[in-house]
T-cell receptor, first 112, second 114 residues
Framework: AQSVTQPDIHITVSEGASLELRCNYS??????LFWYVQSPGQGLQLLLK??????LVQGIKGFEAEFKRSQSSFNLRKPSVHWSDAAEYFC??????????FGAGTTVTVRA | DAGVIQSPRHEVTEMGQEVTLRCKPI?????LFWYRQTMMRGLELLIY????????DSGMPEDRFSAKMPNASFSTLKIQPSEPRDSAVYFC????????????FGEGSRLTVL
């Protein structure tokens, strides 16, 4: 069965600094991969997705992610973090039965 | 455009009571999902519908949980009787395309069972 691991439970980053969130997946076939963001008290919002093709995908809010098959990873990055990026971030993988399996999430705190 | 609308946003009830959570998906979306979020278990898919028909309810934890979708614009998740371990945030999400993986989530219903 497919699964997703987010090794970092909590990351603190200074405003203006770069951010990288790690995601490792376990899936036998070519995965469909996603990053979602959840602001406090809100539902999840899709940041970006990878299905095939270019391994570097661009998303909303200035985020990008890189798919590395050899490392079974799909890490999320942002060059310069804004205070509004403080949220919880979820990596997810989709199997053929359309079930999304979410990671445990990484909480990002942005300090001034 | 209105997003996915859930009600109530907050519900506090006593153990043994019936709880009904409601969801209105985005118009035109033919997939509807119910998720549960807890600190211990994270996000879990409970059930999903396609064109109002339940497709996979393998995530429904017990017979105390039931979900219906009587029409394209309304779904309910019912817990009867409720227990303290059901305390969680329940999310409804909808989608227009099986293969995009882009789910549109509501703001959730936070359930506390005392």
């Amino acid at each position: 069965a497919q699964s997703v691991t987010q090794p970092d439970i909590h990351i603190t980053v200074s405003e203006g600094a770069s951010l990288e969130l790690r995601c490792n997946y376990s899936y036998g076939a070519t995965p469909y991969l996603f990053w979602y963001v959840q602001s406090p008290g809100q539902g999840l919002q899709l940041l970006l997705k990878y299905f095939s093709g270019d391994t570097l995908v661009q998303g909303i809010k200035g985020f990008e992610a890189e798919f590395k098959r050899s490392q079974s990873s799909f890490n999320l990055r942002k060059p310069s973090v804004h205070w509004s990026d403080a949220a919880e971030y979820f990596c997810a993988v989709e199997a053929v039965d359309y079930k999304l399996s979410f990671g445990a999430g990484t909480t990002v705190t942005v300090r001034a | 455009d209105a997003g996915v609308i859930q009600s109530p946003r907050h519900e506090v009830t006593e153990m043994g009571q019936e709880v009904t959570l409601r969801c209105k998906p985005i118009s035109g979306h033919d997939y509807l999902f119910w998720y549960r979020q807890t600190m211990m278990r994270g996000l879990e898919l409970l059930i999903y519908f396609n064109n109002n028909v339940p497709i996979d309810d393998s995530g429904m934890p017990e017979d105390r949980f039931s979900a219906k979708m009587p029409n394209a614009s309304f779904s309910t998740l019912k817990i009867q009787p409720s227990e303290p371990r059901d305390s969680a945030v329940y999310f409804c999400a909808s989608s227009t395309d099986r293969n995009t993986g882009e789910l549109f989530f509501g703001e959730g219903s936070r359930l506390t069972v005392l």
